[in-house]
């Protein structure tokens, strides 16, 4: 936007829009899930033992809270990429 062209620039662009993806998808998921709709990926869903009809549920137990910890810690990585 400002017309830099800085290769680090850009690649600290990439990890800060990458985390900030994945915390509006994690802060979104009591609205979508409150109608019917899941989009939290499902390979790490499947790891833990999660269904789709967890997060409907509201259900809050131990393998649900996982898959919310994995994904930001996900976000945590690209933040630490940009420091």
Same mark, same amino acid.
């Given at each position: $936007? /400002?017309?830099?062209? +800085? $290769?680090h620039a +850009?690649? #600290?662009?990439?990890?800060? =829009?990458?985390? *900030? =993806?994945?915390? &509006?998808?994690?802060?979104? &998921?009591?609205?979508?899930?409150?109608? *019917?709709?899941?989009? /939290?990926?499902? +390979?790490?869903?499947?790891? !833990?033992? %999660?269904?789709? @009809?967890?997060?409907?549920? =509201?259900? *809050? @137990?131990?393998?649900?809270?996982? %898959?919310?910890?994995?994904? #930001?810690? *996900? #976000? !945590?990585?690209? /933040? @630490? !990429? %940009?420091?």
């Open positions: $936007i /400002l017309g830099v062209r +800085d $290769i +850009d690649h #600290a662009a990439s990890h800060i =829009g990458k985390a *900030q =993806g994945i915390v &509006t998808c994690l802060r979104a &998921t009591p609205y979508h899930s409150a109608r *019917q709709k899941v989009f /939290l990926p499902m +390979d790490i869903c499947m790891v !833990h033992g %999660v269904s789709q @009809e967890d997060f409907i549920r =509201g259900k *809050q @137990e131990k393998n649900v809270r996982d %898959v919310i910890y994995d994904l #930001a810690s *996900q #976000a !945590h990585i690209h /933040l @630490e !990429h %940009v420091r």
